[in-house]
Structures are given as C-alpha cells and as structure tokens.
C-alpha cells in the first residue's frame, strides 16, 4: 500500500500561482494542466499530489476570491454611514485591481461568472436589506435593482481595470459613486 507523497505549501502557491497564469490568460477551458505545471516548474505528477483536476484548482483559486471579496462589502462601524460606503467601494475596486490576473481568471473570464456573481449579488442584497432596516435607505428603493446597478457599476470599473488596465484615481472614483449612491443625481 503506498502512501500519498508529502505535500509541501511552497509548491502548492506556486502550483496556484501559475494556474491564475495560465486562467487569466487563456480562460478556463484552454487552459492546460501541462502548461500550469510547465509555468510553475513541476511534472503533472506533482500537481495529481494538490489537486484533483484542473476544476479542483481553479474552484479552490476561486472560492478564496470570492471570499476575500465578500469581506470587503461588509460595513464595519455604521456611525459613519457614508465613510463606511465610501471605505466598502475603495476596498473592492482596489481588490480586484490589486492582482489583475487572479480577477480576470476567477471572474470575468470564469466558466462559473454567472454562479459567482449570484453570489455576489446575494451577499450584497443581504448587506442592503440590512442598511435599508437601519433606515440608511429609503423604503422605497427597490433593493434589488440597487444592488443590480451597485455590482453592475462594481464590474463596468473592475473591468477597466482589470482587463483595460486603465489608470483611474481609485479614492476619488470611489467617492463619486459614494456621492451618486446617497444623493442620487437630480438637483
């Protein structure tokens, strides 16, 4: 009977390392196990020893997107209600802008995008459920399509800058939506 080889983390992060390579560049489906293996300088033996498959990888890559994510829509101190969204938006962008790569493998070139986004759009509906019960939104803002238009501005700017690499002053952006967001746009 034989044992499974030891696992070590450092090849596990590279092995992780080089499939956001690999996503990011050529999308899930052409994406090649050889080539991950390959780019991260191990045999296909070695990947079979972390993950079972190429799906394996690239839901664990992932999961921990999406939960890293997750944490930057919650409000942390609701005395400053503007501060705080101010904060929430800056945070997101800045995450998927921060490792461009990881963004657009997981995400917008994800076969999984419109199960993710449901997510997504789920925990944001919680998190505005919640701030319209504490009277920071009016009753009569239909959530859902506040929380359509939130995640759809979220990606139309993670997009330019994930996928266009486009230099954009994040604070300031971040506060024009904040501004958008709570006063609305009439006069």
């Keep these: 009977m034989s044992s499974k080889p030891k696992q070590r983390p450092d090849t596990r992060e590279l092995l992780l390392k080089a499939a956001i390579k690999e996503f990011s560049e050529k999308g899930f489906e052409k994406a ?4 991950i293996v390959a780019s991260a300088g191990y ?7 972390y993950f079972e498959s190429k799906d394996a990888i690239f839901k664990e890559l992932l999961t921990e997107w999406e939960k890293r994510l997750a944490n930057k829509f919650d409000i942390e101190d609701e005395k400053d209600y503007k501060q705080n969204i ?5 945070q997101i962008i800045e995450f998927m802008a921060q490792d461009p790569e990881y963004s657009k493998a997981v995400y917008f070139k994800s076969p999984y995008f419109e199960e993710t986004r449901q997510h997504i759009f789920e925990h944001l509906m919680g998190i505005l459920i919640k701030e319209q019960s504490h009277g920071f939104l009016r009753t009569s803002v239909a959530v859902e399509i506040l929380a359509e238009s939130i995640l759809s501005g979220i990606e139309g700017i993670a997009y330019r800058h994930v996928i266009n690499k486009k230099e954009t002053d994040i604070p300031k952006l971040a506060e024009q939506m ?3 967001y709570i006063y609305g746009v009439g006069i």
């Design 32 to 35: 090649r196990i050889s080539d």
């Design 178 to 180: 904040v501004d958008i």
């Design 43 to 49: 045999s296909q033996r070695t990947f079979y020893i």
């Design 86 to 90: 101010l904060n929430r938006w800056i």
